[in-house]
């Protein structure tokens, strides 16, 4: 499998603080079947703010402690950017990492409490200049969770999204998890991460939630979202996601 959104790296963000959690995480994802990791530090203006530089030198490091562990999980760096102004200028100039080759994809997030107004107009800018946005952990944003439409109009545009694996299997509460199961059930998702933080609370671990998408959608698709999908995401192929399910009302479902 591969975790496509994982804070694995140490002392960039709010992830492990040492070396030695950043390893034990690995064994940890190792041992679920993980087999590469989209290292993933939070790219946010004025709270973190790693440099390229930084990111390439830690994951240099941690690819070094996993050899000599002998933990055999890849390690691919990238950011989690946070949806902020100037963004695209920034995305244009090339002054952080994404995902893929000509085909580029970012991990972008949106604040937990409401959508930004400029969204869609970024997201449109995106893929004028071939950059696919990835959007991470949608059913914690609060005004996406009382409306889909919107949700459903950004993939219509060409948008991916990624749900974690821990809103799968409950670990955010069960509001949350209804959220996503929803998600699944009218395709509004194409992608399961961890978005892991720790070795102990918030660990790397997929199986549960890919057990849970697989009672929804069926085990072929469930495991499409760890691997066929993440795979050709970082191999800079164009992936198109399924037709978003109109949602019935409930005058329908009863005729």
């Known amino acids: 499998m591969i975790d496509i959104h994982c804070h694995i790296l140490p002392q960039l963000d709010d992830g492990p603080e040492t070396l030695e959690e950043a390893v034990a995480m690995a064994q940890i994802a190792s041992q679920d079947g993980i087999r590469q990791i989209v290292a993933a530090p939070h790219l946010r203006q004025g709270v973190y703010e790693p440099t390229t530089e930084q990111i390439l030198a830690r994951t240099e490091e941690f690819v070094a402690a996993l050899r000599q562990a002998e933990i055999p999980v890849n390690v691919v760096p990238t950011v989690n950017v946070c949806l902020e102004p100037n963004l695209i200028d920034h995305l244009v100039a090339g002054d952080f990492l994404t995902l893929g080759g000509d085909t580029r994809y970012i991990l972008l997030e949106l604040p937990n409490d409401r959508v930004p107004l400029q969204v869609e107009s970024f997201f449109h800018q995106c893929l004028l200049k071939r950059v696919i946005p990835i959007l991470v952990h949608p059913e914690r944003t609060l005004e996406i969770r009382d409306c889909l439409e919107r949700l459903k109009n950004w993939i219509n545009m060409g948008v991916l999204v990624q ?33 892991a933080h720790s070795s ?7 199986s549960n939630a890919v057990e849970v998408a697989a009672g929804i959608l069926g085990e072929d698709i469930a495991q499409e979202m760890v691997t066929q999908l993440p795979a050709q995401i970082l191999a800079g192929e164009f992936v198109e996601p399924p037709v978003p399910v109109v949602s019935r009302h409930w005058w329908q479902s009863s005729l």
Not at 168 to 195: D, N, Y
Not at 200 to 206: E, G, Q, S, T
């Open 163 to 195: 749900v974690n694996a821990m809103s799968l299997t409950g670990g955010f509460g069960k509001r949350v998890q209804r959220m996503v199961r929803k998600m699944m059930e009218q395709h509004l998702c194409h992608l399961i991460a961890s978005e």
């Open 200 to 206: 102990d609370k918030r660990i790397p671990v997929l």
